[in-house]
């Protein structure tokens, strides 16, 4: 199943909700948001610095992990990226892999 990272902030509104309701049901809702599409929750932590939360879940596909960025965007509450987590064995399928590619300006079209 594919593996997705959520790096995610916070907006004012949103912090106010964590400092209201704590941190862990935060993790207990975004282990229901998984599995409300058909995934689990690998692990979710807060950070310091530029990202307050981490969030790595396994889902069926990229269009469960749209639905999940497009309901927790829609709150207005936290924003933040969605990225695909690939593993080494996955990259080295990809290194052998043909593909036809040119750089631009590197020769005749």
């Known amino acids: 199943m594919p593996k997705y990272l959520f790096r995610s902030n916070y907006t004012p509104e949103g ?3 964590l400092l209201r309701e704590g941190a862990t049901s935060r993790r207990d809702v975004a282990r229901r948001a998984a599995e409300s599409v058909g995934g689990t929750l690998e692990a979710f932590y807060y950070g310091f610095g530029e990202t307050d939360v981490f969030i790595i879940v396994d889902l069926p596909d990229n ?7 497009l309901a927790t965007a829609a709150t207005g509450t ?15 399928q990809a290194t052998v892999r043909q593909t036809e590619y040119r750089a631009p ?3 005749p079209q």
Do not use: F, Q, Y
């Open 78 to 92: 936290i924003t933040g990226e969605t990225v695909v987590l690939l593993t080494p064995e996955e990259i080295d």
């Open 63 to 69: 269009v469960s992990a749209a639905a999940l960025k």
């Open 15 to 17: 912090i106010r909700g």
């Open 105 to 107: 300006g590197a020769g």
